[in-house]
């Protein structure tokens, strides 16, 4: 047996020992503790033998005290009164038991959006990103509170990093979406809020967290939330920003869903007659027909229309625009232009009811306006589904920031030269880049 060989052995021999009167230690003051039987690893041990020589019993108090802490930790009962906060909390908080510190973040973070997130999501204030956004986007974002944009890119961010295995990073870009609009909360807003500085706002309430303070990537955590508008350097903020894009295309959809555009009356040809020569639809079909129709509009006057939308193309007001071209020839208008213009037709042509008319039935006239602008080829065909009079898009700006609007594309050449067009822009309109569908056609 080589020297090696015989001082191995007896390491583990005297580890073993040990080890076996640490287990009597333990088994003898059970009887008289509270304390639940634990596991001491054997590496935890074998580190202190190796740099003492020893072990004394107190230096087993903070492995044995982690090993408390984790347990207590796993034990509380955390009720919240949000159902999906709840819900995200057990399935992906909980289990978190490997990093404890971000898990004492994250309860934080819920507890707070427990308590104030049912704000809205979306800031209005001149100098945030946000005012960026065309005011039918802004609505319909609105829709969603705060709470639930904070789950929802918290669980695209889960998604993101599980599909290009780095979970490593699931725990501490958890924190980051889950504290990225925090800056939102009623009781924060401030001086910061006001300059339109939300990301800033938040990182200052995760500083303020005793539970943030000792977390190893503290640092590259707020600078994802600071620049998640912006261009962020580190597969953190990356992922946070990517995330947040997802969950507000997300977003925009089911909200699109809620208030879905009305299709086109089937063919007659799909109905059946009945015996006594009357068409007979099938029950689906008297249902879907008796919500989605075109309906004629002898007032409107479609040249006069054209007339009207074409002041609106890449007219700023701040910062705000609802119509602008692109160089391919492209003009994309928000559907409440052609709102306005219908209902003072109307106006002066004395149909009133269709001044007067509520969402519901007025989309039934914009999904006309564009059937028959259509047979005009004014409608470009190729970037809007054959029975829609709108949809979504994500316009990219040069700095790499992203907007998105619900728009209904047409020629440009229906209202003017694309050339004199693009010469009347100003402000941020020149600095649009390129439109894509949320189906992912760009159109540069």
Aim: aromatic share 6%; charged share 25%; proline share 4%.
């Amino acid at each position: 047996m080589t020297a090696a060989t015989q001082i191995n052995t007896i390491f583990g021999l005297g580890i073993s020992i040990f080890v076996g009167t640490i287990w009597l230690l333990l088994m003898r003051s059970g009887k008289n503790s509270a304390v639940s039987k634990k596991e001491v690893l054997l590496q935890d041990l074998s580190q202190l033998w190796i740099k003492n020589g020893e072990v004394n019993i107190a230096d087993l108090a903070p492995i044995w005290r982690d090993e408390q802490v984790l347990e207590a930790i796993d034990e509380v009962s955390i009720e919240y009164q949000n159902a999906r906060i709840q819900e995200f909390y057990n399935k992906h908080i909980r289990p978190l038991h490997k990093a404890s510190q971000q898990q004492a973040v994250c309860r934080d973070l819920l507890s707070l959006l427990d308590t104030e997130g049912q704000c809205a999501s979306v800031v209005n204030v001149s100098r945030d990103i946000e005012a960026t956004w065309d005011s039918n986007t802004y609505t319909l974002l609105g829709q969603t509170n705060l709470i639930d944009h904070s789950l929802n890119v918290a669980e695209q961010v889960l998604r993101l990093l599980q599909e290009s295995e780095t979970g490593y990073l699931i725990p501490d870009t958890i924190i980051a979406a889950l504290s990225h609009d925090l800056g939102k909360l009623p009781s924060i807003r401030g001086h910061l809020y006001s300059l339109g500085e939300h990301p800033l706002a938040a990182g200052r309430i995760l500083v303020g967290l005793q539970s943030f303070k000792d977390l190893p990537l503290k640092e590259e955590i707020l600078q994802a939330v600071k620049f998640h508008h912006k261009q962020p350097q580190e597969l953190l903020g990356k992922t946070l920003k990517r995330a947040d894009q997802l969950a507000r295309q997300q977003e925009l959809e089911q909200a699109q869903e809620r208030l879905q555009p009305l299709e086109e009356p089937p063919k007659w040809h799909t109905e059946a007659k009945s015996q006594d020569g009357i068409f007979d639809e099938q029950p689906e079909v008297k249902k879907k027909m008796a919500v989605t129709k075109l309906v004629n509009l002898p007032w409107l006057d479609t040249h006069a229309l054209l007339k009207d939308m074409r002041p609106y193309i890449n007219k700023l007001e701040g910062r705000r625009f609802q119509a602008f071209s692109m160089p391919n020839g492209f003009v994309y208008f928000m559907p409440k232009i052609l709102e306005v213009i219908a209902k003072k037709q109307a106006e002066q042509a004395g149909v009133l009811e269709v001044v007067s008319m509520e969402d519901k039935e007025m989309r039934e006239i914009l999904l006309s306006i564009v059937h028959q602008l259509r047979q005009e080829n004014v409608i470009a065909n190729g970037l809007l589904k054959d029975n829609y009079f709108g949809a979504y898009y994500t316009v990219t700006m040069k700095s790499g920031v992203t907007m998105n609007g619900y728009y209904t594309p047409c020629h440009a050449e229906a209202f003017d030269s694309i050339a004199v067009m693009e010469h009347a822009k100003s402000g941020i309109l020149l600095d649009l880049v390129s439109v894509e569908s949320v189906h992912g056609d760009k159109q540069a």
